[in-house]
């Protein structure tokens, strides 16, 4: 992996030189990990004239979750706790005779701003954007191979849940179970805070689980993450609780569907981000519920659970290949509840199959 990590060094370095900075300073976590292969709290990289520093607080946590910082890498650990490493970095670049870096300014407070002017008021400044999450968007294979386990670690919870008795048991109790099943089976811990909602709460994105028990006749809608090696997926599935479904739920389950599948159809290299969203927008559109559905129909997934690209109406870009994304509809009914179908797919190309689904649970409308 030491090579994986130089080369996206290097790809990011070329993008400084092309606007004129000699230096970078990453300090957004997730974009340190990715260039780093670890990122210890408060961690800061510098990508500097004559070498590459991570800047730390302490040493390194060795737990396989959190990484290993790459080998080729100095690390250079603070002498006393409460400095910052994002501060160092800049003085460390002084120190090695750079004039100007590039930072990232979307991550960096005012308040930190100032304190890298203050310690070197000669350095030139400028702002290096989000040319890491761009770099990040695809996937390499390793990585992908980490979602695909994630997204077998949450197929394995939510199955062996499916298994036991619900009726009774509150929303919160469920998704602390399930959140236990994905350290069991080897996750590093939820991609994501886990939602379960039942009866009129089911089908509301990021609902917060509540004291409400589980009743029959409810619908039911799930939505957990894997975090594994540091990669997150995501699945949402919708069931109705000890009972046949009534015709309002089977109705709005087939549409949900519908509108998941044509989201997922439309996955391919060069599709535009925005009619991705329309193709599942659309169905539903013209069941009349237009009023209140997701302001995206689905986002990149990666090191962190929401990453580029959005796939909502007025995004701006087009699909690569091996860019992972979900697709994730729903309706929901205000007093009543409704349905989310979700699902981690990668991007591929027609000739290597199509999208590939990294999410496998069944979508059948299963009574419970």
């Excluded at 260039?35 to 500097?48: C, F, I, K, N």
């Excluded at 400044?125 to 990040?136: C, K, N, P, S």
């Excluded at 997922?264 to 009023?291: M, N």
Aim: hydrophobic share 40%.
């Amino acid at each position: 992996m030491s090579e994986v990590y130089g080369t996206r060094r290097a790809r990011l370095r070329d993008r400084c030189s092309s606007s004129g900075s000699t230096a970078a300073l990453i300090s957004r976590p997730a974009n340190v990990r990715y260039l780093a292969g670890a990122a210890p709290q408060g961690a800061a990289l510098l990508l500097g004239r004559h070498e590459d520093v991570l800047v730390c607080t302490g040493p390194s946590d060795d737990r396989p979750g959190e990484g290993r910082p790459d080998e080729s890498l100095r690390v250079h650990t603070l002498p006393h706790a409460g400095g910052d490493p994002a501060v160092a970095g800049a003085d460390l670049l002084v120190a090695q005779g750079g004039d100007s870096l590039a930072v990232e300014e979307h991550h960096l407070t005012v308040a930190r701003h100032r304190a890298l002017r203050s310690v070197a008021p000669r350095l030139r400044l400028g702002d290096l954007g989000t040319a890491v999450e761009q770099l990040r968007v695809v996937k390499d294979e390793e990585e992908i191979s980490c979602l695909r386990i994630g997204a077998e670690i949450a197929d394995q919870a939510l199955g062996e849940l499916l298994e036991s008795i619900l009726v009774g048991r509150t929303e919160r109790h469920l998704a602390l179970e399930l959140e236990r099943r994905l350290v069991d089976h080897g996750a590093d811990g939820p991609a994501f805070p886990t939602s379960v909602a039942t009866g009129p709460n089911s089908g509301r994105r990021g609902h917060r689980p509540t004291d409400r028990r589980v009743e029959e006749g409810d619908f039911l809608s799930v939505c957990l993450g894997a975090a594994y090696r540091g990669y997150r997926c995501e699945i949402g599935r919708t069931f109705v609780i000890g009972t046949s479904p009534a015709d309002w739920q089977i109705e709005l389950y087939d549409l949900v569907f519908a509108a998941q599948r044509a989201g997922r159809e439309s996955l391919a290299p060069g599709a535009a981000y925005r009619d991705v969203d329309r193709a599942a927008r659309q169905v539903l559109d013209s069941a009349g519920y237009h009023e209140g559905l997701p302001a995206l129909t689905g986002h990149g997934v990666g090191l962190e659970i929401d990453e580029d690209p959005q796939l909502a109406p007025a995004a701006m870009g087009k699909l690569d290949a091996c860019v992972p994304v979900t697709v994730e509809p729903g309706v929901h009914l205000p007093g009543r509840g409704g349905v989310r179908i979700d699902d981690t797919l990668v991007v591929r190309p027609e000739a290597d199959g199509g999208p590939e689904l990294l999410t496998i649970t069944t979508k059948e409308l299963l009574a419970l």
